[in-house]
């Protein structure tokens, strides 16, 4: 069993919330509605034993408290707080000390000489435990050197402070129209070469038409449009408002309903070639080429600001059984699914790299990723995320668990700069002394701030402090400056207004760490496309988040443009909502141009009938009021644009073309293209 940390000796004062105390009955009954709630304090500890706990023998604190005399109170080691060592000496655990029968009747006259057992001068033994003292690296692992704390200048070398974010296939003021920068933000290169393949394979195992790329692209948009309204079965999409009151769009003028499941139900994201040439299995080897594909794309494309924001984003899903990588974080505001580590754009909020983290359910056959084996989970996360930006002296701006300061001085060697929260979790980060810092601002006023210079392994750094009204900020940084900018704030603290400005590299870690979760707050807010669009396949949930991703990533640029933009002065930004329409209705025309090329490019081509004489397949639009051809005859009819079923079977589009090499037979664009013109010019 693990050791009890050495704080929690007998007669420690702890406290621990009500509903963690065992056993639980005497606690409901003096607490029946704030059990949950309740924080019991002034707890005594008497000992220390062993209990059942889940079905298994836990080591556990043993209690004693006013409130429940002749309870015997028990708790997990790990569910109390330390408050004091109370009126005994400090004793570790293990070592010979007053018994616990002396705690226990809490009699001042009995002295530790009344009962039996030898005793021993623990002064010694009293440090505190290593959360707690700041224990510097040793002249044998690393050079470490710290200078005194002060109004000190730092190093300031991040000169890209004029760079903006831009796209590199984007220019010009008519190119970041809202369906630009959402194509922009997708992978179609795997779109086509792997997406749409592996959908056909699908497709063609069940008997149906397969998919191109104009028909992917308006099935696409029927899904967008579909999910700017929430409330309704999705068949209710292919019948007509019964009244004006429904804010629900008819999408059958684009799709049939069964058309758009049976590419629903046949996405797939990998090949069978991809997903059974595999020696092992990788619960993770449908999205990983769908991942790869949209960072290799916004790294073509994308140019970020100067600064960066190093964060992470949660795709939810509820079923712990069918999703791999699955966990749980209580402070997400979607706490249940996959976590990704996202970077973002500080200034345009755009998310530029993912990766998923895949925990246990990565297959064992696969090697350490990048930089791990040196510095460790967190440093090697950190230096893969950032490495497509090394060399640029951009700014990485992140939380405190992304504090692993041997990875923030390999950035500096990278030449990119980092701020860090340092935060006591179970311990302080390693190497940095967060209690000296803290103690030190403590001493100064409210809106004070202290720098003090370090250098390990021949890299300077900085340990940066800040005095706020009900805390103080700690940080760790490879440059910028203690020169106050900004607005001025205000803090009251016993009546006393105190009004400062943040010092310069405070100000740029405020105004860069909530990119991520601004972008997220869009790709997860009302009317999300992945909460939309309802699944049971895991990986089918990755590639709608993905789409929602690019989605949110294309209305915050937009929006930052609108914003920037001179001849945009005034105006709100576009909705959710509203950009979403926009794309629809551009993704439609984009598809209708892809089918008119399609089609032009080989419909007008001059081939070869069965006869050997020279036809011109080519698509022509029946007359109006004409219906069937009878013995090479338009029968005439009572509708003028008479459509007609598509001659390939499996396919329920109703058209009214027809080529003219045979009358009788209509054919929407995509099958002629793949069928009639290929079968008869091979013939």
């Known amino acids: 069993m693990p050791q009890i940390n050495s704080k929690l000796s007998l007669g420690a004062i702890v406290t621990a919330l009500a509903k963690n105390l065992r056993p639980i009955d005497p ?6 509605n704030t059990y949950k709630n309740e924080r019991v304090d002034n707890l005594l500890v008497r000992g220390q034993g062993v209990r059942t706990h889940k079905n298994k023998e836990t080591q556990v604190l043993l209690l004693r408290h006013e409130d429940f005399e002749g309870v015997d109170l028990w708790v997990l080691p790990a569910s109390v707080r330390f ?11 293990g070592s010979t000390g007053p018994s616990a029968a002396a705690i226990a009747t809490d009699d001042p006259n009995e002295s530790e000489n009344d009962h039996e057992g ?3 001068d623990m002064s010694g033994d009293e440090e505190s435990g290593p959360e707690d003292v700041f224990q510097p690296p040793t002249a044998g692992n690393v050079q470490f050197s710290a200078s005194a704390w002060g109004d000190i200048l730092l190093d300031l070398r991040a000169g890209a402070t004029n760079m903006l974010p831009a796209w590199h296939n984007l220019h010009g003021p008519d190119a970041e129209t809202p369906l630009k920068l959402f194509l922009a933000c997708l992978p179609t290169l795997y779109f086509v070469q792997t997406l749409i393949p592996a959908t056909n394979e699908q497709l063609v195992r069940l008997g149906r038409p397969s998919l191109t790329p104009a028909e992917f692209y308006r099935w696409l948009a029927v899904a967008l449009l579909i999910s700017t309204s929430s409330g309704y079965e999705r068949s209710k999409y292919w019948t007509q408002p019964a009244s004006i009151y429904e804010a629900r769009p008819f999408v059958g003028t684009f799709i049939s309903k069964n058309r758009f499941d049976d590419i629903l139900s046949s996405l797939r994201l990998s090949t069978e070639a991809t997903t059974k040439g595999l020696a092992y299995r990788d619960k993770f080897i449908h999205v990983r080429e769908l991942i790869l594909s949209f960072n290799a794309n916004m790294q073509q494309h994308f140019l970020p600001s100067f600064k960066v924001c190093l964060d992470e984003s949660m795709v939810a899903w509820a079923n712990q059984h069918t999703c791999p990588g699955w966990v749980f974080l209580p402070r997400k505001p979607h706490p249940f699914g996959n976590e990704y580590h996202t970077l973002a754009c500080s200034t345009s909020k755009v998310i530029f790299k993912i990766e998923l983290v895949e925990g246990k359910d990565r ?7 990048d930089f791990e084996e040196r510095f460790g989970k967190t440093g090697g996360l950190i230096l893969r995320m950032c490495q497509s930006i090394w060399g640029s002296q951009r700014i990485v701006v992140m939380d405190s668990a992304f504090c692993v300061l041997t990875a923030l001085l390999e950035l500096k060697r990278k030449a990119l700069f980092a701020i860090a929260v340092i935060k006591k979790r179970r311990y302080w980060p390693k190497n940095l002394d967060g209690q000296a810092i803290h103690d030190h601002l403590m001493t100064l006023p409210v809106g004070a701030a202290a720098a003090r210079k370090c250098t390990m392994e021949g890299v300077e750094f900085f340990t940066v402090g800040m005095h706020d009204s009900k805390h103080v900020l700690k940080l760790v940084t490879t440059f910028g400056l203690l020169e106050r900018v900004g607005p001025t704030h205000r803090r009251r603290v016993d009546g006393q207004l105190f009004e400062f400005q943040y010092p310069s590299v405070v100000d740029i870690y405020y105004s860069a760490r909530h990119a991520v979760d601004d972008n997220n707050n869009i790709r997860q807010g009302s009317m999300s496309f992945e909460g939309e669009m309802q699944t049971n396949t895991w990986f089918l949930r990755q590639f709608f988040a993905l789409i929602g991703l690019a989605e949110a990533n294309a209305l915050a640029f937009y929006n930052y443009k609108r914003s920037s933009s001179t001849t945009s002065l005034g105006l709100p930004p ?6 979403r329409r926009t794309v629809c209705e551009g993704l439609m025309e984009y598809s209708r141009k892809l089918c008119t090329a399609s089609a032009s490019a080989s419909a007008t081509a001059p081939a070869t009938d069965m006869t050997g004489s020279t036809v011109s397949h080519t698509l022509v639009a029946a007359p109006p009021w004409t219906g069937k051809v009878v013995s090479g005859v338009y029968r005439t009819v009572k509708t003028k644009y008479l459509r007609r079923t598509c001659s390939n079977p499996g396919c329920r589009a109703l058209t009214r073309l027809h080529c003219q090499c045979d009358l009788a037979s209509f054919w929407c664009q995509e099958c002629f293209h793949r069928v009639h013109f290929r079968v008869t010019t091979n013939s």
Do not use: C, R
Not at 574 to 579: A, E, G, N, P
């Open 118 to 120: 030898p005793t021993e």
């Open 363 to 369: 297959p064992h056959q696969l090697p350490l990723p």
């Open 574 to 579: 576009l909705t959710l909502v509203q950009f």
């Open 83 to 93: 408050k004091s060592a109370g009126q005994l000496p400090y004793y570790v655990w």
């Open 27 to 32: 606690i409901k009954a003096k607490y029946p």
